[in-house]
């Protein structure tokens, strides 16, 4: 069979496609380089005209003058409440951290749209709207924070510590736990821990109540063994790991229950 009868196939022309793919390269290379040069001419003139010329002459001495100038630019941005300047930045990372500076330097909300992942956004807001709370210890601006559980740190930490007084006011929904975690802090009943539906404050109550008996077992402690519990040292001013707290040879135990003072001569007053 002569070959010529196997139709022909036309091979690829590699070499002028490889021409074009490199030239596409190129030109993608090209204007990545351009738009470097032209954001970077930007933000020398931005900052030139702010007078940060010192610290920019700074940075080209540094291992990273683009990083250098881009800091410039997020301290300017801040220092002057202009999120506009953010634009500046190349990476879209920076730039959200530029939004939140600016944000958190003026506490400003309105920055905090412009960052690009939501839940950094809602963090940033909220940080803005606790710190505006604090500062004039408003707890009516917490209720502006969206996580629910920030907004009620940010309450009690204006507000001081939820109690079975203030409940009703600040979290009706909470006074059935608060009054359970008062009773058994007052009583020293874990017990009554237990019916807490909250389960961070039904743990804290477990926590209180321990930490109460162990105060109170180290405090019915006799150390010196001379009649006084540790906890009436404190009353009576007196050494605990003393028996004989005015050495007068008599025991403070003794001395208290005939009505001296165990600190020195005289009758207890």
Do not use: H
């Not at 204007?31 to 032209?38: A, G, Q, S």
């Amino acid at each position: 069979m002569d070959l010529n009868d196997y139709i022909q196939q036309k091979s690829i022309p590699w070499k002028p496609v490889a021409l074009i793919a490199g030239g596409v390269i190129l030109v993608i290379v090209l204007v990545f380089v351009v738009i470097r040069l032209v954001q970077g001419d930007r933000q020398e003139d931005v900052l030139v005209q702010n007078g940060v010329t010192d610290e920019l002459a700074t940075c080209e001495t540094t291992l990273d003058p683009q990083g250098c100038r881009e800091r410039l630019v997020q301290d300017l941005a801040a220092s002057e409440g202009t999120e506009e300047l953010c634009e500046l930045l190349d990476a879209q990372e920076d730039r959200d951290n530029c939004y939140w500076a600016v944000a958190r330097a003026n506490q400003d909300v309105k920055p905090c749209s412009s960052i690009s992942i939501a839940e950094d956004a809602v963090r940033c807001s909220d940080g803005v709207m606790e710190t505006q709370a604090r500062e004039v210890a408003d707890p009516s601006l917490c209720e502006q924070i969206a996580d629910v559980a920030r907004a009620s740190r940010c309450k009690e930490s204006i507000g001081g510590s939820l109690t079975s007084e203030n409940c009703v006011d600040r979290r009706p929904e909470a006074c059935t736990d608060v009054v359970l975690f008062e009773k058994a802090a007052t009583t020293l009943d874990a017990e009554i821990c237990d019916g807490i539906v909250d389960e961070l404050m039904r743990l804290s109550c477990y926590d209180v109540v321990e930490d109460a008996l162990v105060r109170k077992l180290d405090q019915d402690v006799d150390t010196d063994q001379d009649g006084l519990t540790d906890s009436e040292e404190d009353v009576y001013g007196t050494d605990p790991e003393n028996a004989d707290t005015d050495g007068d040879t008599y025991l403070d135990g003794d001395e208290v229950d005939a009505g001296y003072d165990p600190n020195g001569t005289g009758k207890l007053e």
